[in-house]
């Protein structure tokens, strides 16, 4: 598997029905990280994943002690629209963590605090836009990654 998504504390079903299609496509691990703004048994996620929900590999944390504690050795971005670097400076590698945060606020502000190094964002041209919309946001960053990743290996 390429990539691993993370949605810290998702809370449209919609956006993460379409991530987790996404996830499927791109080959990633979908994590998701409690609390929910939804169940998962919400239709909308359904309907947003379409048929390939029971395809996706996703892995479901109580909270992020719990993921983070689990997954203490991997490498892993965060992506805020704090974050001073742009997108494409990530070293793009297989098994690497996208670390997304819910639509409403992002990231809390102490993962953001003490992952400094590894925060990037995608910049936005227009000072009326706060954030990109989060299914939005993870489909431009995993497909740099795999566009990247393609360029690398091909040389």
Same mark, same amino acid.
Request: aromatic residues 10%; glycine residues 6%.
């Given at each position: 598997?390429?990539?691993?998504?993370?949605?810290?504390?998702?809370?449209?079903?919609?956006?993460?029905?379409?991530?987790?299609?996404?996830?499927? $496509?791109?080959?990633?691990?979908?994590?998701?990280?409690?609390?929910?703004?939804?169940?998962?048994?919400?239709?909308?996620?359904?309907?947003?994943?379409?048929?390939?929900?029971?395809? &996706?590999?996703?892995? &479901?944390?109580?909270?992020?002690?719990?993921?983070?504690?689990?997954?203490?050795?991997?490498?892993?971005?965060?992506?805020?629209? $704090?974050?001073?670097?742009?997108?494409?400076?990530?070293?793009?590698?297989?098994?690497?963590?996208?670390?997304? *945060?819910?639509?409403?606020? *992002?990231?809390?502000?102490?993962?953001?605090?003490?992952?400094?190094?590894?925060?990037?964002? &995608?910049?936005?041209?227009?000072?009326?836009?706060?954030?990109?919309?989060?299914?939005?946001?993870?489909? &431009?960053?995993?497909?740099?990654?795999?566009?990247?990743? $393609?360029?690398?290996?091909?040389?």
């Amino acid at each position: 598997m390429p990539f691993n998504i993370v949605l810290v504390e998702p809370e449209i079903p919609n956006n993460t029905g379409n991530i987790g299609r996404l996830s499927l $496509a791109s080959g990633s691990v979908l994590h998701l990280v409690k609390p929910f703004g939804f169940e998962l048994s919400d239709t909308r996620l359904k309907r947003a994943g379409l048929d390939y929900w029971k395809h &996706i590999t996703v892995k &479901i944390y109580e909270s992020l002690d719990e993921f983070l504690a689990m997954n203490k050795n991997k490498e892993m971005v965060f992506l805020s629209s $704090a974050a001073k670097k742009s997108y494409v400076s990530i070293d793009y590698k297989d098994e690497l963590f996208f670390v997304f *945060g819910k639509e409403s606020v *992002g990231l809390p502000k102490e993962l953001v605090a003490n992952n400094t190094e590894k925060l990037y964002k &995608i910049p936005i041209h227009s000072p009326h836009v706060r954030s990109l919309n989060l299914a939005n946001a993870v489909s &431009i960053v995993v497909f740099e990654g795999l566009r990247s990743m $393609a360029v690398s290996e091909n040389g």
